[in-house]
């Protein structure tokens, strides 16, 4: 009853004005303002339609250098016959709430990606209601939030898409020393090693599988926490349960810590250099470069160490002048009991080997 009262308002707004669009009789999906040009029937709302976005539920999992489908589908209730003309627009949410980043806007067959997603995204349309988001070679920065907005009309809706990357998070120091690195500085010292720095939800994930490290560092978020599994007096006391202690939101000019620094897969590589003798810093440079290769960045040890397995008890230089090794079977003469990288912190004047990292 309603319906049909509905379709003879609209027919009495096409008759009495040509120059108006007509959505198959049917539907109409803006409000009008006659002004005084038609027969004077005022607004017609928008009317029982629903459009609706699907997106999943569950964050998605990726790694570096994968390619990643992100999945969104829109429908109406009720279902309409006809194909609607939309806009697809997906874009990226940002960590401190500033305008969000365009990824693609879709009309019809016309798509178009932007910045840093040019020639990276494209639309999967396996059928017309599929707009899921495609992005190849998924690099740290893709880590986020993607909204996947359809525009009929008037009518806006949206769903969001939470993609995350499997990965690794290691705290990080500079060779200066401990506590010397402002929000910005640690955003740079990270990215220098091959890596971003870390989420909170990628920390809290390192802590869960055990990471346990008393100092202080920035995290993406622009606070300073730390993960503790085995509490102990100076890292926040012995009674308090282990977590992540939190020094929350610091200055990100003024205020100084490390930072927590997050790498996914790696691309290419990483070895132990085989040479006759131990090497300075400069020599272990030139070194991997006479082997076609360059050496190692913190972040591509790590990564190695928790992709690769990559265990070697030689302790090498790596390109920010620090010495470590990756251990993945622990053993004795090996360090502690647990796997991971050992650090021999920035030595001065010894020698030692070298991890190289060679692409491909
Ligand atoms: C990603 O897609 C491109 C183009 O289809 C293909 O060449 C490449 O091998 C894919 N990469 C992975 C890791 O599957």
Redesign the pocket.
């Known amino acids: 009853m309603l319906l049909l009262s509905l379709a003879v308002v609209l027919l009495q707004v096409d008759s009495g004005h040509c120059g108006l669009p007509f959505y198959n009789g049917f539907y109409y999906d803006r409000v009008m303002n006659d002004n005084g040009n038609g027969n004077g029937n005022g607004e017609i709302q928008f009317n029982g339609v629903r459009l609706m976005v699907e997106t999943p539920q569950d964050a998605l999992f990726t790694y570096r ?3 990643v489908t992100l999945p969104c589908r829109f429908y109406y209730v009720p279902k309409l016959d006809t194909p609607r003309r939309i806009r697809i627009k997906w874009s990226k949410l940002r960590e401190d709430n500033t305008k969000d980043q365009d990824v693609l806007v879709a009309v019809g067959s016309k798509q178009r990606s932007f910045g840093e997603f040019r020639g990276r995204a494209h639309l999967q349309q396996s059928s017309p209601q599929q707009v899921s988001l495609v992005i ?2 998924v690099n740290l920065h893709d880590y986020g939030r993607y909204r996947c907005e359809i525009i009929d009309g008037l009518e806006d809706e949206s769903g969001v898409v939470d993609l995350e990357l499997r990965g690794v998070v290691f705290p990080y120091q500079p060779h200066h020393g401990r506590y010397m690195l402002n929000f910005y500085e640690a955003k740079a010292a990270c990215e220098e090693q091959d890596a971003v720095i870390a989420s909170f939800e990628q920390l809290f994930q390192a802590w869960s599988e055990g990471l346990d490290w008393c100092n202080a560092g920035w995290l993406l978020d622009g606070t300073v926490q730390y993960p503790i599994t085995l509490p102990r007096e100076p890292c926040g006391g012995k009674d308090l349960a282990p977590g992540i202690r939190n020094y929350g939101e610091r200055h990100k000019h003024l205020h100084r810590f490390d930072v927590f620094c997050f790498s996914s897969a790696l691309k290419g590589k990483v070895y132990y250099l085989a040479h006759p003798h131990k090497l300075t810093l400069e020599e272990a440079k030139q070194a991997c470069q006479d082997d076609k290769a360059e050496i190692a960045k913190v972040g591509q040890l790590y990564s190695a160490w928790k992709f690769r397995n990559l265990d070697r008890c030689d302790a090498g230089w790596l390109a920010d002048g620090s010495v470590r090794y990756p251990v993945s079977k622990p053993r004795p003469n090996c360090g502690p009991p647990e796997p991971g990288v050992r650090s021999f912190g920035f030595p001065q004047a010894e020698k030692y080997g070298v991890y190289c990292y060679k692409m491909s």
Do not use: F, Q
């Open positions: 250098g994968a390619n190849h070679n």
